[in-house]
């Protein structure tokens, strides 16, 4: 079944203590995105990557890292985590650009975190 | 990419077409016009998306107006299981796949009994 994963589902943690939230994909699609939602703020990107090695920021990369070594895999990392993290995070993908605009993105279940 | 505006909420009677309206008056001629909903606080599911032309597909209807500067989400005959918040985003297309996407916060649809 062609899905995104996330990992963990739900977070409870303090602040200051690293984590990661993990994304994998078995689609083989070249561009992951990460997402917060907050209360009528609607979804908000954090970084995207295009592909292997290729990462950018989107609208709110402030206290968020990302790395994408392999295609599948694109994880979350807050080196330092605030209360003001405390949020709905997704994870997408999608295939690259062929002509059709068939390049849907594909969401994950979320991960609810909150810092505490 | 350029920025879209959705009303906020909106009704719509069950078994009655549901219309969703998105401006995007700064979308340029790369730009596709996607819509996606959102049920509860699930993951997004990708609904239909356009580029100057009128798309149909098993979940929905999109009309694109002739200038591009806005589109109609129709659902043809709304249930209670279309009750969600839609998203239209408008999204570059270019070799190398897409870059920033903006959402917004969307029009939250209740279909009503």
């Known amino acids: 079944e062609a899905q995104v994963t996330q990992n963990p589902r739900y977070l409870i943690t303090v602040t200051g203590k690293k984590l990661t939230v993990t994304c994998s994909q078995n689609?083989?699609?070249?561009?992951m995105s990460w997402y917060r939602q907050d209360p009528g703020l609607g979804l908000r990107q954090i970084y995207y990557?295009?592909?292997?090695?290729?990462?950018d920021k989107g609208d709110v990369p402030e206290g968020y890292k990302v790395s994408r070594k392999e295609k599948r895999n694109f994880p979350l990392i807050l080196e330092s985590p605030s209360p003001n993290q405390t949020s709905l995070y997704f994870c997408?993908?999608?295939?690259?650009?062929?002509?059709?605009?068939?390049?849907?993105?594909?969401f994950g279940p979320g991960t609810r975190l909150t810092v505490l | 990419d350029a920025k879209t505006t959705q009303p906020p909420s909106m009704d719509c009677a069950e078994g009655r077409a549901a219309n969703l309206p998105c401006n995007h008056s700064?979308?340029?001629?790369?730009?596709?016009v996607y819509w996606y909903r959102q049920i509860h606080s699930q993951g997004p599911q990708y609904i239909i998306h356009?580029?100057?032309n009128n798309e149909t597909n098993e979940m929905a209807s999109l009309i694109i107006t002739e200038d591009r500067k806005s589109s109609t989400l129709i659902l043809p005959h709304a249930t209670l299981r279309d009750t969600a918040v839609y998203y239209c985003?408008?999204?570059?297309?270019?070799?190398?796949?897409?870059?920033?996407?903006?959402f917004g916060t969307g029009t939250k649809l209740q279909v009503i009994p």
């Open positions: 997408a993908s999608s295939s690259s650009f062929r002509g059709t605009g068939d390049n849907e993105q594909f």
């Open positions: 689609m083989n699609h070249e561009y």
């Open positions: 990557s295009m592909n292997v090695e290729v990462t």
């Open positions: 700064t979308i340029s001629g790369n730009e596709y």
């Open positions: 356009g580029l100057k």
């Open positions: 985003i408008v999204r570059v297309a270019r070799s190398g796949g897409y870059q920033k996407v903006t």
